[in-house]
């Protein structure tokens, strides 16, 4: 059945915005659920602000979990002076040292690269 109804621009306006504020309540509450899973994690301003300079993620990542840099070489198995290379932006990691790397980080490696 094709049927058609008519409203107001005043009504339709109240309709989407409705409809915006409905969709923000649940992406809202969606981004909770997965903090209380645990499948994301809230990452301080101060850190955020280093990824945002440009500071390797790795180095970020790592002090933020507490780790020194021979901790970190130990828990992946990267060479210290490669994850060294690695923070200082002078060399990339493969994709398999940088999933090691997300791995002992506790991190998806998107958050890496």
Known sequence: MNEMVTISRTEYDRLIAAAETLS???AYARAKARLANG??????????????DGESP???YRELRGL??????????VNRVHLL??????SAGSIETMRRLAAALNVQIDDLV
Not at 42 to 52: G, H, K, N, T
Not at 68 to 77: I, N, T, V
């Open 85 to 90: 290379n690695i923070e200082d932006r002078k």
């Open 39 to 52: 499948d994301d994690e809230l990452v301080p301003a101060a850190f955020a602000d280093r990824m945002l």
């Open 68 to 77: 020194s840099g021979a901790e970190l070489a130990r828990r992946s198995g």
């Open 58 to 60: 790795v180095r970020v």
């Open 24 to 26: 923000d309540l649940d």
